[in-house]
């Protein structure tokens, strides 16, 4: 199912690696179908066909191609062809093709013998055979090889019903990373700590995979592969996932760790995709999503009491599960009493991992060693969920927005969860704040009275 290229058969796979890249350098500021041309000349075995395509388009993504304006050439092809449609209907039987051509080439003023050959270049420059290749990454033939290796891992998740990874102890801001990339491509996860209480706990995290869905999901497949691209950053982790195999959609079981996974891939701290070229990719950087940016935008024009930051904290519930807030939204009444409520935008892949991440939060989710703060969760309507199902309880809120998050609409849930969180506090207590605690220190137990206690002459007076 995945080909591992050792002793001769990786030294053939190098060579096929060296010879596209030295290839794609010659072909510098020439046409993508000319570059593709002179790949095809590069002499192979049949065998290892599919091998080398999979070289190509590797080498191919991390190229740079620059494609003429569309807008341009389509003004160029409307000049062009209205004006032969007049000289033909003027000029009849004795119209003269290359003649007009010339003569319009001149037109445009361009000269040379190749005027009109530039002239029909130009025609078509919007078509992406004609992009100009004007940067080739040099990659080195080992680490090529290599990321198609793993390549193999990621396509086969294509077929996959449901991915289990499985993390043995990893260091907190690798595991957030990690977390933060599936949230960066809206993957709706299941992640359960197997010891909560722990700095540094163990963790399953289960995906559903596309062939899960009604129906297969192309694009949620390619964000899948792209996120499990990102495990390396992991360390230590094994994946198991179900697949739906052949016409017969057989169920198979397929597995792998970071044990199979080739050497210059498992030590590198980012994605693979990025590895062979030296690049930082933006999921691994911290980048938001879009709504998440595009909110924070504009949450910062707007007069309002609740103030925004970037949550950067994992929450667990007291079963054991785990979520990754987007954003954090602090209010400090009038009366001193502050509210912090995680705010967490689900991606639109599956409706049960909404009910199942609301469940959970009713139980309350908390930084590690921390007290319990309400979760807001803002889910797409094409979810078709309902927001009554988070309750009345005051740990849990749900927003349901149609097409972007709307400011407005997103304030009345907070303070309607604000509302609903200050009333389960005990009346008891005077105006405190609740808050994310970064290292909170346990809270003194209150003395209280012994029932054997004597009761004092000042007692009495009193």
Same mark, same amino acid.
């Given at each position: 199912?995945?080909?591992?290229? /050792?002793?001769?058969?990786?030294?053939?796979?190098?060579? #096929?690696?060296?010879?596209?890249?030295?290839?794609?350098?010659?072909?510098?500021?020439?046409?993508? !179908?000319?570059?593709?041309?002179?790949?095809?000349?590069?002499?192979?075995?049949?065998?290892?066909?599919?091998?080398?395509?999979?070289?190509?388009?590797?080498?191919?993504?991390?190229?740079?191609? $620059?494609?003429?304006?569309? !807008?341009?050439?389509?003004?160029?092809?409307?000049?062009?062809?209205?004006?032969?449609?007049?000289?033909?209907?003027?000029?009849?039987?004795?119209?003269?093709?290359?003649?007009?051509?010339?003569?319009?080439?001149?037109? !445009?003023?361009?000269?040379?013998?190749?005027?009109?050959?530039?002239?029909?270049?130009?025609?078509?420059?919007?078509?992406?055979? /004609?992009?100009?290749? *004007?940067?080739?990454?040099?990659?080195?033939?080992?680490?090529?090889?290599?990321?198609?290796?793993?390549?193999?891992?990621?396509?086969?998740? %294509?077929?996959?019903?449901? %991915?289990?990874?499985?993390?043995?102890?990893?260091?907190? !801001?690798?595991?957030?990373?990690?977390?933060?990339?599936?949230?960066?491509?809206?993957?709706?996860?299941?992640? $359960?700590?197997?010891?909560?209480?722990?700095?540094?706990?163990?963790?399953?995290?289960?995906?559903?995979?596309?062939?899960?869905?009604?129906?297969?999901?192309?694009?949620?497949?390619?964000?899948?592969?792209?996120?499990?691209?990102?495990?390396?950053? %992991?360390?230590?982790? *094994?994946?198991?996932?179900?697949?739906?195999?052949?016409?017969?959609?057989?169920?198979?079981?397929?597995?792998?760790?970071?044990?199979?996974?080739?050497?210059?891939?498992?030590?590198?701290?980012?994605?693979?995709?990025?590895?062979?070229?030296?690049?930082?990719?933006?999921?691994?950087?911290?980048?938001?999503?879009?709504?998440?940016?595009?909110?924070?935008?504009?949450?910062?024009?707007?007069?309002?009491?609740?103030?925004?930051?970037?949550?950067?904290?994992? %929450?667990?519930?007291?079963?054991?599960?785990?979520?990754?807030?987007?954003? #954090?939204?602090?209010?400090?009444?009038?009366?001193? *009493?502050?509210?912090?409520?995680?705010?967490?935008?689900?991606?639109?892949?599956?409706?049960?991992?909404?009910?199942?991440?609301?469940?959970?939060?009713?139980?309350?989710?908390?930084?590690?060693?921390?007290?319990?703060?309400?979760?807001?969760?803002?889910?797409?309507?094409?979810?078709?969920?309902?927001?009554?199902?988070?309750?009345?309880?005051?740990? *849990?809120?749900?927003?349901?927005?149609?097409?972007?998050?709307?400011?407005?609409?997103?304030?009345?849930?907070?303070?309607?969860?604000?509302?609903?969180?200050?009333?389960?506090?005990?009346?008891?207590?005077?105006?405190? $704040?609740?808050?994310?605690?970064?290292?909170?220190?346990?809270?003194?137990?209150?003395?209280?009275?012994?029932?054997?206690?004597?009761?004092?002459?000042?007692?009495?007076?009193?």
């Amino acid at each position: 199912m995945v080909q591992r290229f /050792r002793g001769d058969d990786r030294a053939r796979a190098e060579e #096929y690696a060296r010879a596209i890249v030295d290839t794609l350098a010659e072909c510098m500021y020439q046409s993508r !179908e000319e570059a593709t041309a002179a790949l095809a000349e590069i002499p192979r075995e049949t065998r290892d066909q599919k091998l080398f395509d999979g070289l190509v388009k590797l080498v191919f993504d991390r190229c740079t191609f $620059e494609g003429g304006s569309h !807008e341009q050439a389509e003004s160029w092809r409307a000049r062009l062809f209205l004006a032969a449609a007049e000289a033909r209907r003027m000029q009849g039987a004795s119209f003269d093709r290359a003649a007009f051509l010339a003569t319009h080439a001149a037109d !445009e003023k361009l000269d040379g013998e190749d005027a009109i050959e530039h002239l029909l270049g130009r025609l078509w420059s919007d078509l992406p055979g /004609r992009d100009r290749l *004007v940067h080739v990454a040099r990659i080195l033939p080992e680490v090529l090889v290599d990321a198609y290796v793993f390549a193999q891992y990621q396509a086969v998740l %294509l077929r996959a019903r449901e %991915l289990r990874i499985r993390v043995e102890k990893p260091r907190p !801001e690798d595991l957030r990373k990690f977390l933060r990339t599936l949230k960066f491509h809206r993957l709706l996860f299941r992640a $359960e700590a197997e010891d909560a209480a722990g700095s540094s706990p163990g963790l399953q995290i289960t995906l559903d995979g596309p062939l899960s869905l009604f129906s297969a999901n192309t694009k949620y497949g390619l964000a899948l592969a792209i996120a499990a691209g990102h495990l390396p950053l %992991l360390g230590s982790f *094994v994946a198991e996932a179900d697949l739906l195999w052949g016409k017969e959609r057989r169920v198979i079981a397929f597995s792998f760790g970071s044990e199979d996974l080739p050497p210059r891939v498992a030590a590198t701290p980012q994605s693979p995709e990025d590895a062979a070229t030296g690049r930082q990719d933006s999921t691994v950087s911290g980048e938001e999503p879009d709504e998440i940016t595009r909110l924070q935008a504009a949450w910062t024009t707007r007069s309002s009491a609740w103030a925004v930051t970037t949550a950067d904290e994992i %929450l667990v519930a007291p079963g054991g599960e785990v979520v990754v807030p987007d954003l #954090y939204f602090h209010r400090r009444g009038a009366d001193g *009493v502050g509210v912090t409520i995680a705010l967490e935008v689900l991606g639109f892949w599956s409706r049960d991992a909404v009910f199942r991440r609301i469940e959970a939060a009713t139980r309350g989710f908390a930084p590690q060693r921390g007290a319990p703060i309400p979760v807001l969760f803002c889910a797409s309507e094409r979810l078709r969920v309902s927001e009554t199902v988070a309750g009345e309880e005051g740990l *849990v809120g749900l927003y349901v927005f149609k097409g972007a998050l709307r400011p407005s609409a997103l304030e009345t849930h907070l303070d309607d969860l604000a509302r609903r969180w200050q009333a389960r506090l005990p009346e008891a207590t005077g105006p405190t $704040e609740v808050r994310v605690p970064r290292d909170p220190s346990p809270p003194k137990p209150t003395p209280k009275k012994s029932r054997k206690q004597k009761v004092t002459s000042k007692d009495r007076s009193a």
